[in-house]
């Protein structure tokens, strides 16, 4: 993929991000989902892309927040919004994020659209297996890394 790691980053070009973004939907296939469902905010650029290269128009958010005002990470996951649950009931789900880390605000979204009746599916570009605190992985990912990752939309790295 066209990435550089620079002091421990790896830094995501645009380039990048459409490249793996491919291997996602390859990875997605033929696979039916009722909704898309994106993680704030990392997992919105995703969501967004991912709807128009698998043509989906059902789309919604979860904000989830793993940091607070200091850029400190909390413990657990604070769910900050969440659709009513009608949205889901008898529904595939597909839950998106930028990354798999932790894994901890994934399963907490994952857990809330069981809750409501639906069945959640989870697609991100990136799996850190080494950092994850809960079993499972995601349904489809694009790598796998355990390095901090750069995107493109949430700084000013040029690319």
């Known amino acids: 993929m066209a990435t550089t790691t620079e002091q421990e980053k790896l830094i995501l070009s645009w380039n990048a991000f459409e490249q793996l973004t491919g291997v996602l939907v390859e990875r997605i296939g033929n696979q039916h989902f009722d ?3 994106g993680i704030t ?3 919105l650029t995703l ?3 991912l709807a128009y290269r698998l043509n989906q128009s059902r789309i919604v958010t979860a904000a989830v927040r793993n940091y607070n005002d200091d850029n400190q990470r909390l413990p657990e996951p604070e769910l900050l919004y969440f659709p009513q649950a009608y949205i889901f009931a008898g529904k595939t789900v ?3 994020d930028d990354v798999w880390d932790s894994g901890l605000s ?3 979204v994952c857990r809330l659209i069981r809750q409501a009746g639906g069945t959640p599916l989870v ?3 990136y799996y850190k297996p080494g950092r994850s605190k809960v079993t499972g992985q995601p349904d489809f990912y ?3 890394t355990e390095t901090w990752i750069d995107y493109p939309w949430e700084s000013d790295n040029g690319n």
């Open 47 to 49: 969501t967004a892309k």
């Open 106 to 108: 994934i399963a907490l």
């Open 94 to 96: 597909l839950v998106v």
């Open 35 to 37: 909704v898309l469902l």
């Open 142 to 144: 694009a790598a796998e």
């Open 123 to 125: 697609a991100t570009l």
């Open 41 to 43: 905010r990392g997992g």
